[in-house]
């Protein structure tokens, strides 16, 4: 369970500076703003190309992909089902509730917790890859799409390719397709943006909560809690059951995709609806309530299926 505390702690920390800095006048909306742009621009895609590159692409083929599709894809389209019958939002607006409650923090929370959990990582790339290779265009589409007042197939079919971050995947994974090894003096300044990926994104995140009560977010309040009841019980939940009695997966494997269903909502969430300005103030307090409730549901989920 220590890893399950020591990344929690690690996320939590970063957070508060970022929010004792927007405090003490540091950072204001303009400050965010620069940090949001400057990680969807440079850090998260350098990031998600060294990651991508130096994953093991086989792990694609195995039970945890189609795993970690269908758990998110049920979970995100439960949220839909709820957001038609219940708040109504627009597309833009839907699409980042949606993913807000199943798009899971697999990066900086997800490798210390596998690691000490389970003794090894092995989850989080296929989580990672799904995530990136499939929710994150789809979700960025529609989001482009909002953006652009109205519907181009030249657009949709293009937008993958104008997307920084999706670029940089793409472009991992072709690379490791054929194993190209990149020679160190290009890999060390890719390591170092990269590593400056998560900081700026949990400060500007901090920044963003000084002046924002929780939960008092003008008419929002149905759709935060029920994307943090999706993303916090409902989505383990389905991981559960869909890796037990529809993969049949022994009891190692099944811990590691509770693991990371359990997982808070990432912050990459509320980066795409601020680079967007559609649905931040569910973004951002979705991230806040499932990572607060991210410690009992991992630490009952170790207890349950860990013995």
Not at 32 to 57: E, G, M, Q, Y
Not at 188 to 201: E, R, Y
């Amino acid at each position: 369970m220590g890893g399950v505390l020591i990344g929690l702690a690690v996320i939590g920390v970063v957070i508060a500076a970022g929010y004792i800095a927007a405090r003490c006048g540091l950072g204001g909306e303009p400050t965010v703003s620069a940090l949001t742009r400057t990680a969807f621009f440079i850090t998260n895609p350098v990031l998600l190309f060294t990651v991508v590159l130096k994953s093991d692409l086989t792990v694609v083929f195995s039970a945890y992909v189609p795993l970690a599709l269908l758990t998110a894809a049920i979970t995100a389209l439960l949220y839909v089902a709820l957001s038609r019958l219940w708040f109504r939002r627009p597309l833009a607006e839907t699409a980042v509730g949606a993913m807000a409650s199943s798009y899971v923090n697999a990066n900086n929370i997800g490798i210390p917790i596998t690691v000490y959990a389970l003794g090894d990582a092995t989850p989080v790339a296929p989580v990672l890859l799904v995530q990136l290779l499939v929710f994150a265009p789809l979700v960025l589409t529609l989001l482009d799409l909002s953006a652009a007042g109205r519907f181009s197939p030249r657009r949709m079919l293009s937008q993958p390719f104008r997307n920084p971050m999706i670029i940089a995947s793409l472009l991992g994974v072709a690379l490791g397709a054929f194993h190209v090894q990149l020679p160190e003096p290009v890999m060390a300044p890719l390591t170092l943006l990269g590593g400056a990926a998560v900081p700026v994104v949990l400060l500007a995140f901090g920044m963003s909560l000084h002046g924002n009560r929780i939960l008092h977010s003008a008419g929002h309040t149905p759709e935060i809690l029920t994307a943090t009841a999706l993303k916090s019980a409902v989505m383990p939940a389905v991981a559960f059951a869909v890796g037990r009695f529809v993969f049949n997966l022994e009891h190692h494997m099944l811990l590691g995709v509770v693991l990371m269903a359990a997982l808070p909502t990432a912050q990459n969430v509320f980066l795409f609806a601020s680079r967007y300005e559609r649905g931040q103030t569910v973004a951002r307090e979705t991230v806040l309530l499932s990572t607060a409730a991210a410690a009992p549901v991992l630490i009952l989920a170790v207890w349950l299926l860990a013995a």
